[in-house]
């Protein structure tokens, strides 16, 4: 390359760049080739370098295969890629880049590139607020938040032959990537049945469930649970022989992702961040009910599932710390930006906390109503007497409470 | 029938009682002195673990208070009796009597003849709305069945006053919704006095005629707060902005004695401070 | 903590733990438990029971009652026990055991040795059924296997497999050994495939959910969470080779405290015969005591939060 | 239901008459204050007992069967989910029932299971696996048991059942019967476990086998001596499980009882009784397993005849495989007798089953 400096102006991102700050850059950037096919660095690879592209093309692979189309995935000449290794936050969102045809790329250590952008005061941040925005475009289309759940027509039947129980019946509903879906019933009507054919448990004799585009459960097929969607249990999971650190890093651990040491540094910020630091050394049996449902939640979380699954978490907890968990679950949702499937008896905690709300009839399960939350978030405790919650409250009260009088005739009792 | 209008009032001056040896003395009910007035739905209400079933159990009979005394209509209570009916937070039907044997149980023991109790529980089972589960065992009932089979055993025996110790803990919020309506309803109708101890602060306002509040352990009167809403209520009255007021009142009451609970050390009560003070300092 | 409003009451620390009203040290406490227990009815009333069972034995024995001349007084016994054998010390006929089988005597430790190391062998053995209960409660194919042929050779009574013991192995140990091994490898393994299937499916749930793999499964829920009733049935275990022990030592043993109680029974030497009985009671207790001593400090997490093991 | 009810009472009675007439017939000629001496005394009560047993044993068959019968076709059945599952399962022909109960996976590996240890057994011989061979193979055992001279066409052993049983149908009941009130005692009265709770403590870990010299001084006859160590293998373990009952029953149901306004007696008879049995029952099943292992031991000490001394005198005679049926029939019997206490006790306490 001849007038290094030249090219660099003419890169969109570095526009207004000072001279000399481009000398710089120039000084530290090499030039590298890649033959056809090459892998540039893989998905969960951190690249500590950020290419400028200066001849040829390069795609994400596994984007495209997502997506289904390669429109604005295909990097022409003068594009960027390998921005996480500039951009902080960028971490988790790297995905395989990989040479269409022979490329040649300058790269550019992303580390140093910040030092030169720092000295350089005035534009210097500029040019980093754009890198930040360049991340957020990114953002835009690639499905940063996966995790859409959408479920056909799910029908379980227990014991076909003999017994003949029908729990859930040709129920369908999308939740939107990154929505919050709870599902109301009373007892037996087969939402605990939905929750175990999501998460694998059990096999369905009726329709399908995808998760992102891909087939999760159907008729005959028998898929094992994965650490993509992960199940918080109604009376709490913990292994009780395994100290509270040991059960958040048994995720991790397990899946061989991180080394033990790696995992305890990883669950002890999270952690800190989620507020329950102090309690690694403890059994589960010494901690509060209140306590040990956050630690669950932290155990889920640390493994970053596409999908949590919410059994009735807070049912054995009181009112207040009820009330308590609710915030905190919101709160761990807006920090995740996970989907969440919800499943509950109580009416008023699934209008506050979800998106989506579904109201299953007694058994045979079958989805009597989708009510679709417009609460601003994020929701306070405030909210509960608000006109508009009042008012969603009004709407649903009358169905669940004829369904509630129903089971109640009949002695449902939960089956699944 | 009802029983006459003037029972079933309980007076309970400077009660204390105390646990365990004197070197490791715990008090546990400490000079509690109140009047569960008669005819009217009295429901205590304290932070977890604070000796309110202690107290329940000193009313009932089962333990006898180490000082101070308890007097029902006037006179003191010795043991337990068939005045004074008690239901607990798990379920104490007899597992290997069937529903209708476990009703039939309080005639049986008084010598009445087995043809007439045996009606008299048949018609008390179809009240509670048991027809047809008369010969199941109480393992085939669900939660709120099991809970009305209960409540059927001991209404048999009219008896002067109700102790109800958390009977809706362990139900999902829908069947205590149903439950808690369905007490009503048998309270507007026969008017007993009715002494029920939950921790639930919602179930205790819905409830309530008068609403005792604990102290954390141990265990006193704190406040009495009277709930004027109107009778016969329902569901619609949790809506209602009377309602916010005595809820925001009791928390109030209730937030002290947590705190207090929680610098003990109990670890239910970590919940609850934190609960409160993300409400009222987070809101 | 931060988060606490400091409203009106100030949010103290989580440590505050709740003192007694009045603080007793550590000593004085295990002074006034003792005295407490001294003092009570139910101690005294159970002493004299025990000692009114041991006179009556002693009268029944010094009035000739029927069937009663063989059954020496405990008297007698206690005497044969702690008096050393003749010489030992001094010549007078009144201060010696007649049989020497006592403290002083050295039969008494031999015994007592050979049974325990019999017992400790054959124990170390059975514990082979922990890994094959653990592995039969994994796989259901494995458990499908040995099950049965398991279930069918569970009642045979482990006496009756004395001749066969002695017909199978040559020499004089081996045997006794192998009976108790047999009687508490069945024991073990049964407890062990209880354990398994006591523990709550939710786990294996969890566990599947977090990703970790059949073998994962095995070694961190399945394993922990049936040690409870592997500490059961080693304590069961323990008792019926004790059991089985007694039975080989009586038909095919030489040395050892059952053999002692029929060599005693033999030679019409009750006080031997006593003493050998009671010293299995108490060396069998002892070892009880001892495997729940150690099951208290493996199961920590079952011990902390105040369960009953 | 009320045929059902008349049937199965029917049936108790006339099993109880049977049993009694059977038991009388022979009862005269087992305790005599001194049996005939040597082995023929115990063996000439054994056959005479078998004999009194196959001849009210044919009277009892026929009618009990019958009874039996419109005992089960009469019973209605309440619309319980596990009975409807039953009901369900009963509508699909027997021939698919039985095939998919015998021919599935599980059952399948199960034989497969006994088959490869059978195979062992016998190739242990020719093969020289070092400890296995030494035990006659399967082949042998079976063939011994049924030639001419074995085992199944002897008189002998039929009457060794028999008295076998016999000893431990009276060690256990005795055990049951002392036992039960004992524990119940123990755990109603404080004071009165107090007192004699320590010298049930002094000799409980002692194994019964270890009384058993004493009990031969203590006893008169060999016979007495053998029932006295069956009942005290029984005894200690029933006696614990029923304290263990005592306490086990829930505080809250006694006191829901008082303020039921139940006395003392109620209390004991319509809570805290119910409440014991199912342990009582468990006590039982176990007590039961160690009777037969120590009716095994005591018969090949003291006794003269039953399956125990079987096995022992064809040990002295040097008839390894007759030991192995020895052994073979003592496992089959204790399997029989747990499973009959067992299928009792889930009758005597039917909401157990329930959930």
Same mark, same amino acid.
């Given at each position: ?416 | ?17 105390? %646990? ?13 002195? %109140? ?6 739905? #009295? ?49 104490? *039907? ?7 044997? #476990? ?79 369905? *007490? ?10 009715? +002494? %029920? ?8 306002? %819905? ?43 009791? +928390? ?32 | ?10 949010? /103290? ?143 045979? /009574? ?16 081996? /045997? ?51 040690? /409870? ?81 | ?5 008349? &049937? ?40 005479? &007992? ?44 027997? &021939? ?137 293998? &029984? ?121």
């Amino acid at each position: 390359m001849t007038d290094l400096p030249g090219f660099l102006a003419t890169v969109e991102i570095f526009k207004d760049l000072g001279r000399e700050t481009l000398e710089r850059i120039a000084g530290i950037c090499e030039e590298k080739r890649f033959a056809k096919g090459a892998i540039v660095y893989r998905t969960g690879e951190v690249p500590d370098s950020l290419y400028i592209l200066t001849r040829g093309a390069v795609s994400h692979p596994s984007l495209i295969e997502a997506r289904g189309s390669t429109d604005g995935l295909v990097r022409t000449p003068g594009e960027l890629f390998g921005i996480a290794a500039v951009v902080e936050e960028m971490k988790r969102r790297v995905f395989t880049v990989e040479c269409l045809e022979e490329t040649v790329a300058c790269a550019v250590n992303g580390a140093r590139l910040r030092e030169i952008l720092k000295m350089d005061p005035s534009t210097g941040y500029i040019v980093m607020q754009r890198f930040a925005g360049l991340m957020a475009k990114v953002e835009g289309f690639v499905p940063a938040r996966g995790g859409g759940l959408s479920i056909r027509h799910a029908g379980k039947i227990y014991d076909p032959e003999g017994v003949h129980v029908v729990a859930v019946e040709d129920c369908s509903f999308d939740v939107a990537p990154g929505g919050l879906c709870v599902v109301v019933g009373p007892s037996g009507c087969g939402k605990t049945t939905l929750l175990n054919t999501i998460a694998g448990f059990d096999t369905l004799t009726a329709g399908e469930i995808y998760l992102d585009g891909r087939l999760i459960a159907a008729p005959g097929r028998d898929l094992k649970p994965g650490p993509d969607r992960i199940v918080v249990f109604q009376h709490g999971a913990l292994f009780p022989w395994k100290t509270v650190l040991d059960n958040i890093t048994f995720g991790p651990v397990v899946q061989r992702k991180m080394s033990r040491k790696e995992a305890e540094t990883e669950a002890r910020t999270l952690m800190v961040k989620v507020g329950i630091a102090g309690i690694e050394s403890q059994y589960p049996g010494e901690i509060s009910s209140g306590m040990r449902r956050r630690v669950e939640i932290v155990r889920a979380l640390i493994n970053d599932p596409m999908i949590l699954l919410l059994d009735e978490p807070f049912r054995a907890l009181d009112a207040l710390t009820k009330s308590v968990m609710h915030e905190y679950l919101l709160e761990l949702y807006d920090l995740s930006h996970k989907t969440v499937f919800f499943i509950t008896h109580d009416l008023e905690e699934a209008i506050f906390l979800a998106d989506l709300v579904v109201v299953m009839t007694t058994r045979p399960g079958r989805v009597k109503k989708l009510i679709a939350v417009d609460l601003p978030r994020p929701r306070t405790y405030r909210l509960l007497s608000s006109k508009r919650f009042l008012e969603l409250k009004q709407e649903t009260i009358e169905g669940v409470h004829e369904e509630a009088l129903k089971a109640f005739e009949a002695g449902e009792r939960e089956l699944a | 029938m009802p029983p006459d209008r003037h029972t079933g009032r309980v007076e309970c001056r400077a009660v204390t009682k105390m %646990f365990g040896e004197e070197w490791a003395r715990q008090v546990v009910v400490d000079d509690a002195s %109140f009047v569960v007035e008669q005819g009217q739905l #009295n429901v205590m209400i304290g932070p977890s673990g604070c000796g309110k079933s202690t107290l329940i159990n000193l009313i009932a009979g089962y333990e006898a208070p180490t000082s101070g005394e308890i007097r029902l209509d006037g006179e003191r209570i010795e043991g337990p009796g068939r005045d004074r009916l008690v239901v607990f937070q798990e379920t104490a *039907l007899f597992p290997w009597m069937t529903s209708l044997e #476990n009703v039939m149980f309080g005639p049986e023991v008084r010598g009445t003849n087995r043809r007439e109790a045996r009606q008299e529980a048949r018609r008390l089972l179809e009240k509670v709305g048991l027809k047809g589960f008369e010969d199941k065992y109480p393992s085939q009932l669900s939660g709120g069945m099991q809970r009305r089979c209960e409540l059927a055993r001991a209404l048999i025996n009219q008896p002067k006053i109700m102790l109800m110790d958390e009977p809706f803990r362990g139900l999902d919020a829908m069947t205590r919704e149903l439950m808690q309506e369905y *007490l009503l309803r048998l309270f507007e109708e026969s008017r007993h006095t009715v +002494l %029920f101890v939950t921790s639930e602060l919602e179930e205790a306002i %819905f409830l309530a005629d008068r609403l005792l509040i604990l102290t954390a352990k141990p265990t006193s009167v704190k406040e009495v707060l009277t709930v004027d809403l109107p009778r016969p209520r329902d569901f619609h009255v949790l809506t209602s902005p009377r309602y916010g007021e005595l809820k925001q009142e009791a +928390l109030e009451a209730l937030y002290e004695e947590a705190v207090k609970a929680f610098a003990k050390g109990s670890k239910a009560a970590y919940d609850l401070v934190e609960a409160f003070g993300k409400r009222v300092g987070g809101g | 903590m931060a988060k606490i409003l400091t409203k009106t009451v100030a949010a /103290p620390a989580l440590e505050a733990r709740e003192e007694p009203l009045v603080v007793y040290s550590r000593r004085r406490i295990l002074w006034l438990r003792t005295r407490k227990a001294l003092t009570e009815r139910y101690f005294w009333l159970g002493l004299c029971g025990v000692v009114a069972f041991f006179v009556g034995w002693d009268l029944a024995y010094r009035f000739e009652l029927p069937r009663m001349e063989k059954l020496e007084s405990p008297l007698s016994t206690f005497r044969e026990f702690t008096l050393p054998p003749r010489g030992a010390f001094t010549y007078n006929p009144a201060l010696e055991s007649k049989w020497g089988y006592g403290i002083w005597g050295k039969a008494w430790y031999t015994d007592i040795g050979m049974s325990v190391w019999r017992i400790s062998q054959a124990f170390l053995w059975s514990l082979l059924g922990i890994p094959l209960g653990l592995l039969m409660g994994w796989k259901r194919a494995i458990r499908d296997f040995v099950f049965a042929p398991f279930e069918l050779m569970r009642p045979i /009574p482990p006496i009756s497999w004395v001749p066969l013991a002695i017909v199978m192995f040559p020499t004089q140990e081996a /045997p006794i050994v192998f009976l108790c091994t047999i009687a508490s490898f069945f024991a073990v393994t049964l407890n062990t495939l209880l354990g398994v299937d006591s523990i709550d499916p939710v786990y294996f749930r969890a566990a599947r959910c977090l990703g970790s793999s059949e073998w994962q499964i095995f070694r961190h829920v399945i394993v922990p969470g049936a040690m /409870p009733f592997i500490f059961t049935g080693m304590l069961i275990g323990l008792g019926v080779a004790w059991f089985s022990l007694v039975g080989g030592e009586i038909i095919a043993g030489t040395w050892g405290l059952g053999y002692r109680t029929m060599d005693a029974y033999m030679n019409v030497a009750t006080p031997q015969l006593l003493i050998a009985m009671f010293t299995i009671g108490f060396i069998g207790m002892l070892m009880g005591v001892g495997l729940r001593m150690l099951q208290r400090r493996v199961l920590a997490w079952k011990s902390k939060t105040g369960e009953a093991i | 239901m009320r045929a059902a009810g008349a &049937a199965k009472w029917a049936c108790i009675l006339w099993t109880l008459v049977c049993a009694g007439l059977g038991f009388f017939r022979f009862f005269d000629t087992t305790f005599p204050l001194n049996p005939p001496p040597g082995v023929h005394g115990e063996l000439h009560i054994a056959l005479q &007992a078998m004999r009194a047993y196959r001849f009210w044993g044919a009277i009892w068959l026929a009618p009990a069967v019958g009874l039996l019968v419109v005992w089960r076709m009469k019973r209605e059945v309440d619309e319980d989910p596990a009975v409807l599952r039953t009901k369900a399962e009963r509508r699909r022909p027997l &021939a698919t029932r039985v095939r998919k109960a015998v021919l599935n996976v599980h059952t399948l590996r199960s034989a497969l299971g006994v088959l490869a240890v059978l195979v062992v057994w016998q190739v242990a011989e020719p093969l020289g696996i070092p400890i296995v061979n030494r035990i006659p193979p399967f082949s042998e055992v079976v063939v011994r048991f049924f030639d001419d001279r074995g085992l199944f066409w002897r008189d002998k052993y039929w009457a060794g059942w028999v008295i076998s049983l016999f000893r431990i149908f009276s060690g256990f009941v005795l055990a049951l019967i002392i036992g039960v009130p004992q524990g119940l005692a123990w755990g109603i009265s404080r004071t009165w476990k107090a007192a004699s709770f320590p010298v049930f403590e002094i000799f409980r870990p002692i194994p019964p086998l270890a009384f058993l010299p004493a009990a031969i001084y203590l006893m008169p006859t060999a016979e007495l001596s053998i029932i006295l160590v069956i009942f005290l293998g &029984a005894y200690f373990t029933i006696v614990l499980n029923t304290i263990n009952g005592v306490y086990n029953v829930d505080k809250s149901m006694q006191r829901a009882a008082l303020s039921l306004g139940a006395k003392r007696g109620d209390i004991f008879w319509k809570v805290v009784f119910p409440g014991t049995l199912p342990s009582i029952i468990t006590g039982a099943t176990v007590g039961m397993g160690i009777t037969w292992m120590v009716l095994v031991a005591a018969e090949m000490i003291a006794g003269r005849s039953g399956i125990g001394f079987l096995t022992w005198e064809s040990y002295t005679a040097g008839d390894i495989p007759q030991v192995v049926v020895g052994m073979a029939s003592m496992g089959v019997g204790g399997a029989i007798c747990s499973a009959i206490i067992w299928r009792l006790g889930n009758n005597l306490t039917p909401w157990r089953r329930l959930f």
